[in-house]
């Protein structure tokens, strides 16, 4: 399985951006997808998850109620809704797969995309 993060950038605190993540591979609908992200000089650090049905999902305290994380299985994709950025949500955000798990644990994540870049700043 292959991962491509896209949709960070620039905001202005209060603002929102949709992360994207694109998957190759066939089994892509059974893995458990997560969004991690990494600030600098800080440890990389669970955001979100959803199982393979969407059914479940799982956040951190700290975006519960203002993220939203969803999948499309038919596109082989998945999402992150992030509404009402701080300047704390900055940070290279990465989607990871989880084949056979539902964790909040890096390590247990088996694929990872390359990340991509989210500033809230005014």
């Known amino acids: 399985v292959q991962l491509q993060a896209s949709g960070g950038g620039l905001v202005q605190p209060g603002g929102s951006l949709r992360l994207s993540c694109a998957a190759s591979?066939?089994?892509?609908?059974?893995?458990?997808m997560g969004w991690f992200r990494q600030a600098p000089g800080k440890e990389r650090e669970f955001v979100a998850a959803?199982?393979?049905?969407?059914?479940?999902?799982d956040y951190a305290d700290s975006v519960k109620g203002r993220f939203t994380i969803s999948r499309d299985n038919a596109k082989n994709t998945v999402y992150l809704q992030m509404n009402s950025l701080k300047p704390e949500d900055t940070a290279v955000y990465y989607c990871?797969?989880?084949?056979?798990?539902?964790?909040?644990?890096?390590?247990?994540?088996?694929?990872w995309g390359q990340g991509t870049l989210v500033t809230v700043s005014s």
């Open positions: 990871a797969a989880d084949r056979w798990g539902w964790t909040r644990t890096p390590k247990e994540y088996d694929y």
């Open positions: 959803i199982r393979w049905s969407g059914g479940n999902t």
């Open positions: 591979g066939r089994t892509f609908s059974t893995y458990t």
